[in-house]
């Protein structure tokens, strides 16, 4: 399973929280599929299971975020913390995706890095297909208007 | 697709070097089976460990995913590449195709056979290096001298061939018997040990 979803899981937590906290996500994600795999009952469908957990830790992620984000009163100009180029070549139109409502950049990685389809969107994030499919569409909607390379 | 889709999918996170799991999971009890592959004189080996012990080995001819899904099924779906979990067994096998080991001392989980098989390669453990033996004489270390046909059936079933010595059971009449990596394995393996005693085919 791991050498099958891997690459995939790993890409969409790059598009989902950036290159520098995908692999704690990664680690995280697949600890707790590990953890989980001895009461899975319904094995029938793995891929989409495995980015459900990915998802949820996507959630965890941002939420730890906000808890260490403390109010400051002078707004620096720069990151407090320093990401090198190399590190972080991070593609400046999925960093904007990033900064869309959580279930739109959800539905979106899932959708152009994972390759899913609404069925599978709509299982991951546990809402209907229709609202996969209004997730993506409002998402492509702000990014047409908004996003300027 | 439009054009902003296009973009979405061009510029994606590519592949990237994925960070390493397995130890991690291991040091934190999440693997049941951990494996690794061994080239050999007798070819490609797959090992695999669980906490017990060496649960299987097996003669790879292009069919990993078989040997993963079986022990999958039999053992657990938690199974990782995990090469230093096997460092061992993997020392031992070399040593031993190098001629210079006769015994190997890694403990063996016995869980994958059951009953009058488990008895027949429990058996089939005890003979010594270089030495071999006959069907029917397993059958009755089993408890049943009549029964050499199941210890032949037995013995293709083995789940640990080369460490569990099954290449050491021959014919009565000195014939090499079957073999369940093919019986070329058996005499390369029974060369290795040194043993003299075959037939020519």
Redesign the interface.
Known sequence: ??DAH??DV??FL??SVG?VDA?DC??ET??AA??A??RLRD?SNLRSWIFTVAHRKVIDHARARRRVAVPVGDVPETPAIATSPALEPD?D??AY?RELPPKQRTA?ALR??ADAGYDEISAVMGTSEDAARRNVHEA?KR??TE?RP | MTDIELELRRRAPAPDRLPDITETAASAGLVDVAYATLDSPVGTLLLATTPQGLVRLAYLNDDEATVLEELSDKVSPRILAAPRRLDEPRRELDQYFAGRRREFQIPLDWRLTRGFTRRVLQATANVPYGVTTTYKQVATEAGNGLAFRAAGNALGSNPIPIVVPCHRILHSGGGLGGYTGGVERKRVLLGVEGYSGLKQP
């Open positions: 399973m791991l891997g690459p790993h890409r790059v598009a290159r692999d990664y680690q697949w600890m590990l953890r795999y001895p094995a593609d139109l999925w995706v979106l152009y890095v492509l990014l047409r996003y």
